[in-house]
């Protein structure tokens, strides 16, 4: 289900940033959000997510963008520095969230609609 929202995508020159928020509201404890990468006519693949203990980036974005979330304004952000034009595309935030108080538990699946990024000069 859609419960998510991207904002903050434009369009940007190579070297400039912009960050991205995914605002998810109140009523939900995810353990897992990521931020999906989809570049025109491509397949989605994931760049960044973060957990209560642990953050991972695709390589590609390695020292340039930065994950974060923040449960007080409840959103997500990507921060994304030194853009290039491969990091054009779609973004998409994702989250999971456990339901259940015993075994066994289900996962509930979020999606955003995206938030276009473009990179050109």
């Known amino acids: 289900q859609r419960q998510l929202v991207e904002s903050g995508g434009g369009l940007v020159q190579p070297g400039e940033s912009l960050k991205l928020s995914c605002f998810f509201g109140?009523?939900?404890?995810?353990?897992?959000m990521a931020w999906y990468h989809q570049p025109p006519g491509k397949q989605s693949e994931r760049v960044a997510s973060?957990?209560?203990?642990?953050?991972n980036y695709q390589d590609s974005v390695k020292g340039r963008f930065t994950i974060s979330r923040d449960d007080v304004k409840t959103t997500m952000y990507l921060q994304m520095n030194n853009l290039k034009p491969e990091d054009t595309g779609t973004y998409y935030c994702?989250?999971?969230?456990?339901?259940?108080?015993?075994?066994?538990?289900?996962?509930?699946?979020?999606w955003g609609l995206g938030t276009q990024v473009t990179v050109s000069s």
């Open positions: 109140t009523g939900h404890d995810f353990y897992f």
């Open positions: 973060i957990t209560a203990t642990d953050t």
């Open positions: 994702y989250a999971v969230e456990l339901k259940g108080s015993s075994a066994p538990f289900t996962n509930s699946e979020f």
